[in-house]
C-alpha cells in the first residue's frame, strides 16, 4: 500500500546549521508530495509540494526534490534559525487522500 | 477570510458522553476532512467528504461520525466517548481531492 516514512527525531541543531529530514515514499502512480510544518499549538501549515518528478518546491528558504528513482523528497535548508523550530511532516496525495508520515522534531538552539 | 476554523479548542469528556466538534471554511472547497493526531503516529484520516451532502470513512472512523449539512460545515460527533479517542483532531479542507488540504488550528480532546 501507500506509505510514507520519515527519519525519527528529534533533530537537533544549532542556529545556522545545515538541515536534512529524509522522507522516502512508497505509492502506485504518480503522487503528489507535501511537506507540511506544524508549530506548537497550532494547526498544519503547508511549507511545500512537488507535483510531478525532478519537480523542486521551495519556500522559506526550505528546499526538496521529487526523485522518483529513489522515491524520496529529503527537505533541506541550508541555514536553520531558532524560530524553524517545529514539526515537519512529509506526505503524500494518492487519488483523494492525504497520507502523513510520523513526523519529524526538529529543535534549533542559538 | 477566516480560513478553516474549529469548535471548541478544548474539551474533557467523561467516558460514554457524547460530543460534537464543528469545523468551518469559508473558501469554498468542496472537499472537507477530519484527521486525528496522536504521538508517534502522525495524522490518520477519520472521515471525509467529497462534497455537501456527502460523507466517506477514511482508514479510522470506528466510533465516529460526521454530517455535511452545507457546504461550509463539516461535523464531527462522538456518541459514546471513550479514553481512546482522547487526542487532537484537526480538520482540513480543499478545493478539489488532488489540491493542497488547508488546515485548521485543531481541537485536543481529552476523554477521562
Known amino acids: 500500500g501507500n506509505s510514507v516514512t520519515q527519519m525519527e527525531g528529534p533533530v537537533t541543531l544549532s542556529e545556522e546549521a545545515f538541515l536534512t529530514i529524509n522522507c522516502t515514499y512508497t505509492?502506485?502512480?504518480?503522487?503528489?508530495l507535501f511537506w507540511y510544518v506544524q508549530y506548537p499549538g497550532e494547526g498544519l501549515q503547508l511549507l511545500l509540494k512537488?507535483?510531478?518528478?525532478?519537480d523542486k518546491g521551495s519556500n522559506k528558504g526550505f528546499e526538496a526534490t521529487y526523485r522518483k528513482e529513489t522515491t524520496s523528497f529529503h527537505l533541506e535548508k541550508g541555514s536553520v534559525q531558532v524560530s524553524d523550530s517545529a514539526v515537519y511532516f512529509c506526505?503524500?496525495?494518492?487519488?483523494?487522500?492525504?497520507?502523513f508520515g510520523t513526523g519529524t522534531r526538529l529543535q534549533v538552539f542559538p | 477570510n477566516a480560513g478553516v476554523t474549529q469548535t471548541p479548542k478544548f474539551r474533557v469528556l467523561k467516558t460514554g458522553q457524547s460530543m460534537t466538534l464543528l469545523c468551518a471554511q469559508d473558501?469554498?472547497?468542496?472537499?472537507m476532512y477530519w484527521y486525528r493526531q496522536d504521538p508517534g503516529m502522525g495524522l490518520r484520516l477519520i472521515h471525509y467528504?467529497?462534497?455537501?451532502?456527502?460523507?466517506a470513512k477514511g482508514e479510522v472512523p470506528d466510533g465516529y461520525n460526521v454530517s455535511r449539512l452545507k457546504k461550509q460545515n463539516f461535523l464531527l460527533g462522538l456518541e459514546s466517548a471513550a479514553p481512546s479517542q482522547t487526542s487532537v483532531y484537526f480538520c482540513?479542507?480543499?478545493?478539489?481531492?488532488?489540491?493542497?488540504?488547508?488546515f485548521g488550528p485543531g481541537t485536543r480532546l481529552t476523554v477521562l
Open positions: 482540513a479542507s480543499s478545493y478539489k481531492g488532488e489540491d493542497t488540504q488547508y
Open positions: 505509492a502506485t502512480g504518480y503522487p503528489s
Open positions: 512537488a507535483t510531478k518528478a525532478d
Open positions: 506526505a503524500l496525495l494518492t487519488g483523494d487522500k492525504l497520507i
Open positions: 473558501m469554498n472547497h468542496e472537499y
Open positions: 467528504s467529497v462534497g455537501e451532502g456527502t460523507t
